[in-house]
Each structure stands twice: as C-alpha cells, then as structure tokens.
C-alpha cells in the first residue's frame, strides 16, 4: 500500500505527471472503445504517419515541403493501385488454391504420422500418434479458414474492402495535407505546462519513425529476396508465401516460426518427405538468418532500443489484449511504455516537487 500510495502522491503533486497519465489514460480508453468503429480511420492514422516518416526524410533533404508531400502520396497511390490490381488478385487465386488442396495435405500428412510408430516406435506410440494427428488437422483447418474469411467473402466482408478503399485514401491525404492544422488544433486543448509529455512523445515519434522506416525496406527485401528463392526452387505458392514471410519480421521471433508451418505445408504437399522439402525449410532458415544477423544490424543501428525479452513480453502481453492488433502493435506500444519509463521522474526528483508544491 505504501508503494500506491507514494505513487498517487508523485502523479498528484506534479501536474506534467498528471497530463501524462491522464493522456495515456484516455487514449488507451478511446482505442479500446472505438478500434471497431473507428478502423478506417485508425488505419488511415497509421498510413499518414507512415507517409510522413518519408516525407520528413525529403524534407531533410532539403526538398519543398509541397513537393515532398506531393511525392510520397504519388506513391502511395501508385503502390496501392498495384497491389490492388495486381498482387491481391494473384494472392486470393493462391490462398483459394490452397485451400482447396488442404484435404490431399491432410491425407498425406495422416498417412506419414500414422507410419511413425512403425518407422520409430522407440519415440512415436500409436496414441501419440493419434493425438499429433488431431491436433495437425485442427491447426490445418483453423489456418486455411482463418485465410478464407480473410478475403472478405462475404457480402459485409465485400463492402468493408470497399469502404477502405475509398475513404482511408481520402482521409490519408487530408491528415497528411492539414497536419500541422490538425495538430494544432490537439495542442490548443492541452495545458501549456506540458514538457514531460512532449519529451515522451519527442522519444516515441525519433525511435518510431527509424522503425517503420527500416520495418518498410525490411519487408520489401525479405519478401523479394523470398520469392525469388522459393521461384528458382519452383515452390508452389511461391507469391503468397513471400508475402507471408515478408510481414512476418513485424512479429519478431515469433513471427518466423509461424510462418513456418505454412512453409512446411506447401513443401510436404509439392514433394513428400523429400530432399526437395528439406531444401525449401533450409532456404527459408537461411532467409531468416540473413535478415536477423546481417539486414536487421543495419537498418536498425540506431532505431529501437528494447531488450529482445522485452519484445517478446510485449508482444504475448498485447496480443493477449487486442489479440492480433496488439501483435502487430507490440513494439510500437512497447516504445511508448519505455519513454514513459524512461521520463518518470525518479524519487531523488520528486522530492524538491513535492516540496515546493507544499
């Protein structure tokens, strides 16, 4: 009790403390309260601050504000309008046709694990190869239905797609045209003693911008690099799986060994429990090697600074409480609550407050 105690004391002696607490407080409630509702938005939210990452970097190098702007949105556009014409096309095909095979992967798949106790029956009793079996069928069929209901086939699903993909274009242009308006207006609601949370969101915004900035190129080579790899071996599936592959270094550690299950699907389907599934399993481990060891150290020398356990923490806490959003959010969300750490006034600081204010 005496540590809540002192705690409460600290937050209420101490009006930057306050601000700051309430802000976290209140934005948290918003997010939880209206992620569903406000999801084009929000998405629209992450788009714009990820355009303006790009365009602060234009502006450092000293290229026209309207220009830069006028650019990254270009872009923006031109790269939305291939994905949607060309890559989610091909993808849905991809992720349709697998879907379908998973009744021959099944079968396979039983045939192999069933011959286990007879191949190893030191290690596999026929019980336990029952209970894989079961457990193999059911991560198979939450997976292939989890990517169907992914593709919105519904008729709600259908006009969720559309109404993204007509307002948040609509409203990432007019967040990232009016910021400086926008945010303003926010300001003019807060305190003018407001130092403490701006040197939190000063710290959030640098180490946020070096990771999504390095989390952007990451993808791109992860995902090419992967394709080409999975092509030349002639995986099937080699578009989605580059796709999934590529996305899954926002999740990291965990996201890479998700991943390669799906991998492993493919490859036991295409070949059996051959030589050639073997090679596809060791090409993606060494994809994964050169990202973590050799592309990750040089992106992000100077981005985020997070102990990998508490990366890890970060990511089962979140995700345990917005499920996969707060996965994908892990370590953004685990940015914001080191900065808050890291500017919490230590108690040699909270003394001389405390005293003034009495």
């Known amino acids: 009790m005496d540590i809540i105690r002192d705690w409460y004391k600290t937050i209420s002696k101490n009006p930057q403390l306050t601000l700051l607490v309430l802000l976290l407080v209140l934005v948290t409630t918003a997010i939880i309260l209206t992620a569903d509702i406000l999801a084009p938005f929000i998405t629209a939210l992450v788009l714009a ?13 000293n290229v026209a504000r309207w220009l830069s702007m006028t ?15 060309g890559l989610i096309p091909l993808l849905i095909r991809q992720i349709t046709q697998l879907a379908r095979q998973v009744p ?15 191949d190893y029956p030191a290690l596999v009793t026929p019980d336990q190869a029952a209970r ?53 207006w926010i300001k003019s609601f807060l305190p003018q ?51 999934i592959t590529g996305f899954s270094v926002l999740i ?17 389907l295409q070949w059996g429990l051959t030589g ?39 990511i089962l806490f979140f995700g345990g409480i917005w499920g996969f959003w707060g996965v994908f959010f892990a370590i953004p969300l685990a940015v914001v609550v080191q900065a808050v750490i890291r500017s919490w006034p230590s108690k040699s600081e909270r003394i001389p407050q405390a005293d003034s204010v009495d």
């Open 49 to 61: 601050y990820l355009l303006q990452v790009f365009i602060d970097r234009l502006d450092q190098l």
């Open 71 to 85: 650019l990254v949105f270009a872009l923006f556009l031109a790269f939305a309008l291939v994905v949607l014409v």
């Open 104 to 118: 021959d992967l099944m079968s396979r798949l039983q045939d192999v694990v069933m011959h286990l106790p007879e």
């Open 132 to 184: 894989i079996m079961d457990q193999v069928q059911t991560e198979i069929v939450d997976f292939s239905q989890f990517m169907l209901g992914s593709l919105g086939g519904t008729v709600v699903g259908l006009m969720t797609w559309i109404v993204y993909l007509i307002i948040v274009p609509l409203m990432v242009f007019f967040l990232v045209k009016d910021k400086d308006k926008i945010v303003a």
């Open 193 to 243: 003693q407001r130092q403490l949370a701006g040197e939190v969101w000063k710290e959030v915004h640098h180490q946020l911008q070096n990771y999504v900035g390095g989390k952007v190129i990451e993808i791109a080579i992860v995902a090419v690099v992967t394709y080409i790899v999975f092509a030349f071996i002639n995986l099937q599936y080699a578009l989605l799986l580059a796709v």
């Open 252 to 268: 990291p550690y965990i996201g890479a060994a998700v991943v390669t299950l799906p991998i492993a699907m493919v490859a036991t």
């Open 276 to 314: 050639d599934a073997v090679t596809a399993l060791i090409a993606y481990g060494i994809i994964q090697a050169l990202d973590g060891n050799v592309l990750v150290p040089f992106l992000f020398s100077e981005a985020v600074d997070i102990h990998p356990v508490a990366i890890i923490v970060a």
